[in-house]
């Protein structure tokens, strides 16, 4: 074959792949997916510890219900407002941190230690989780109202301020919070562990309650967004504010709300991950990372986008810790923007993206 035939049918099976629906693309992916793991598992199987595998694959699905929670927000300010909200992951930190705070406060200093939690009552772990939820969600809005609200459109002045933000939030933080990671107790009513059907094996259930609250979260947010009147005109005020607001809609309070949930969403990935996880002050930029991947995986403004993006990374994220080849597992990091490569490769504008 030669060079030029070659290069053609390079880009015919390119394109061709680009034109794929992206229900069907991600179907495809997916498969993909499902029959790596299925092969890996064959061979874990036959040759190595099936119980390891199940637990890294649990893990694996915690996270990305986690990373999904906080991703979400992100997808509903920047991937469907289109605001660049660079301080995503600060409320995230923050929220982490307001809980934990109040929390020690309401339990006089008994409940939280540094990975090492004891127990809590229900209402030791819920009253912190709202109040930071709100806080950080009056601190976004108000974030939006001061700084993001006469800059709409302007993407690089918008990232700038938000990065601003970010490192006064992160220095702030540092000052009054410390720089030690803690944990959130969990509710002493929630089992400590679960035990799994067709096995011997427990798991935590807290990290299964995080992904019953992602899956949820996520029916919630995709009814909001496609079946409400509220979504409708979130969705139609970003692609013609000036035709929205000749409807006789006030444009500004509703991206205000909008703003609000964005920022309440981290919020609350914060209070779940600083129970699942900890609260550590590098949470800013971490989960500012993961968000930007997840959206730019799945696609901007796609809520299913957001979801097979979180699966994907999260997947990716504990299998490579565990699996590759011992004295490498420190560069497991690597396979996640390889993913992010190959996707952009493919769909530069993310498996469900679609042109703004």
């Known amino acids: 074959m030669s060079e030029a035939t070659a290069g053609v049918a390079d880009l015919d099976w390119r394109s061709r792949l680009a034109a794929l629906p992206p229900g069907a693309l991600a179907l495809r992916i997916a498969v993909a997916v499902v029959v790596g793991f299925v092969a890996v598992w064959v061979s874990y199987k036959a040759y190595g510890d099936p119980r390891q595998f199940v637990i890294v694959g649990l893990n694996g699905l915690t996270l990305a219900g986690l990373y999904f929670v906080v991703a979400s927000g992100f997808t509903l300010i920047f991937g469907l407002m289109r605001v660049v909200n660079m301080a ?24 939280t230690s540094a990975f090492g939690s004891s127990e809590a009552g229900l209402g030791d772990w819920i009253i912190p989780l709202v109040v930071a939820c709100l806080a950080v969600g009056v601190i976004g809005l108000v974030m939006q109202q001061v700084f993001l ?23 702030q933080t540092l000052a009054h919070f410390g720089g030690i990671a803690e944990s959130l107790a969990a509710p002493d009513s929630f089992p400590e562990s679960v035990h799994l059907p067709f096995s011997d094996l427990t798991y935590p259930f807290f990290r299964i309650f995080v992904l019953l609250v992602a899956i949820a979260l996520g029916l919630c947010l995709w009814a909001m967004i496609q079946r ?26 509703v991206f205000a709300a909008a703003f609000f949930l964005g920022a309440t969403l981290a919020g609350l990935g914060g209070v779940l991950g600083g129970t699942m996880i900890s609260v550590d002050k590098a949470n800013d930029t971490q989960y500012l990372l993961i968000s930007l991947i997840v959206v730019i995986i799945g696609g901007m403004g ?7 993006g979180a699966l994907a ?24 923007f390889g993913l992010l490569v190959l996707v952009l490769a493919v769909r530069p504008l993310g498996l469900f993206g679609r042109p703004a």
């Open 313 to 336: 990374l999260g997947l990716v994220d504990s299998f490579g810790d565990v699996y590759l080849p011992a004295g490498y597992t420190n560069y497991s990091i690597l396979l996640i």
């Open 228 to 253: 409400t009147r509220f979504g409708m005109i979130v969705r139609a005020g970003v692609d013609d504010r000036q035709m929205v607001s000749a409807l006789g809609i006030n444009i500004q309070l």
């Open 149 to 171: 609200r006469w800059n709409q459109g302007q993407d690089l002045r918008q990232a700038l301020i938000t990065i601003a933000i970010s490192i006064i939030i992160a220095d």
């Open 302 to 308: 796609s809520l299913a986008g957001a979801a097979i």
């Open 88 to 111: 995503h992951g600060s409320l995230y930190m923050l929220a982490g941190f307001f809980a934990l705070e109040l929390q020690t406060k309401l339990t006089g200093g008994e409940a």
